[in-house]
């Protein structure tokens, strides 16, 4: 389950970071440090919640759904590209020479 969740979450992170920073050319590493620390600092607060227990084979999972994410979304991105200009439905006015 964990995988799976935290591979969701980082295709989510990596489309975020793709169509906000469209100058980003590495929006995958960004995605990854997110979520691990995301899922890592989530093990971490379970450490001070009575009846739960932080466990590091929680984190590997975490991470390997992670980097799962970013391939699949990796994929996703050369199956259907971003555009490589906001669309905010002005046209652009060409310069004349």
Avoid at 3 to 31: C, E, F, I, K, M
Avoid at 36 to 51: D, H, K, T, W
Wanted: glycine share 8%.
């Amino acid at each position: 389950m964990h995988v799976v969740l935290y591979g969701l979450l980082s295709v989510l992170w990596v489309w975020t970071l793709a169509v906000d920073q469209l100058n980003r050319t590495r929006p995958w590493a960004s995605a990854v440090i997110i979520v691990i620390a995301f899922g890592a600092g989530l093990e971490v607060c379970q450490l001070f919640v009575p009846g739960r227990f932080a466990s590091i084979l929680d984190v590997l999972s975490n991470s390997i759904g992670a980097l799962v994410g970013v391939f699949v979304a990796g994929r996703l991105i050369q199956a259907a590209p971003f555009p490589t200009e906001p669309s905010n439905g002005v046209a652009r006015e060409q310069k004349e020479t």
